[in-house]
């Protein structure tokens, strides 16, 4: 009990340390590269992703996924990567390969799809290194440059919001 109290308090602080050391430079032009990160257990509609991709005029190629699974027996095949709480050090530096290829990856959006406040998701979306970071929950507004506060069973609404937001900033 104590080790989860503490290794909970180490990573809430790292994701401080890099929020407050991330250096917002967002580059104009249109989006060619999405990132997208959620929570398998709580939402998993591949094909609503994949219009909502096809809609922001994205290639297939350049977009990567990555779920975050509470067992990692119920992961899928048709997702890219898959992470847990378990593939992160005490210091919140992850300890799996596409964890790591996934928030180095310099996307123009990353998309973080879920609405609760978890530990391994928010340490994911702050880890990134995306352009323009877009999210559904307000519960840490660090986190996100631009967040659009529905429901993730809300996907209408959210992919109209998504696309009036990115076409006022001449994203799209």
Same mark, same amino acid.
């Given at each position: 009990m104590f080790f989860k109290q503490f290794r909970t308090l180490s990573l809430q602080k790292n994701i401080t340390l890099i929020l407050k050391s991330r250096i917002k430079n967002f580059q104009?032009?249109?989006?060619?590269?999405?990132?997208?990160? !959620? =929570?398998?257990?709580?939402?998993? =509609?591949?094909? #609503?992703f994949r219009n909502l991709i096809k809609d922001l005029g994205v290639m297939d190629t350049k977009v990567r996924f990555i779920a975050k699974v509470d067992l990692e027996k119920n992961k899928p095949n048709s997702w890219d990567? !898959?992470?847990?709480?378990?593939? !992160? &050090?005490?210091?919140?530096?992850?300890?799996?390969?596409?964890i790591e290829e996934f928030? *180095? %990856?310099? #996307?123009?959006?990353?998309?973080? $799809? $879920?609405?609760t406040? %978890?530990? *391994?998701?928010n340490l994911v979306t702050a880890r990134s290194k995306a352009n323009f970071k877009i999210g559904i929950t307000n519960e840490d507004s660090r986190l996100h440059d631009l967040t659009i506060d529905?429901?993730?069973? &809300?996907? &209408?609404? !959210?992919?109209i919001e998504l696309i009036k937001y990115l076409t006022q900033l001449n994203r799209l």
């Open positions: 104009s032009g249109k989006v060619n590269s999405i990132g997208v990160i !959620f =929570d398998y257990d709580a939402y998993y =509609d591949y094909d #609503f990567s !898959f992470f847990s709480l378990d593939n !992160f &050090d005490w210091l919140g530096r992850p300890k799996s390969v596409e928030v *180095e %990856q310099p #996307f123009d959006v990353l998309i973080s $799809y $879920y609405k406040n %978890q530990l *391994e998701l529905v429901e993730p069973a &809300d996907t &209408d609404i !959210f992919k």
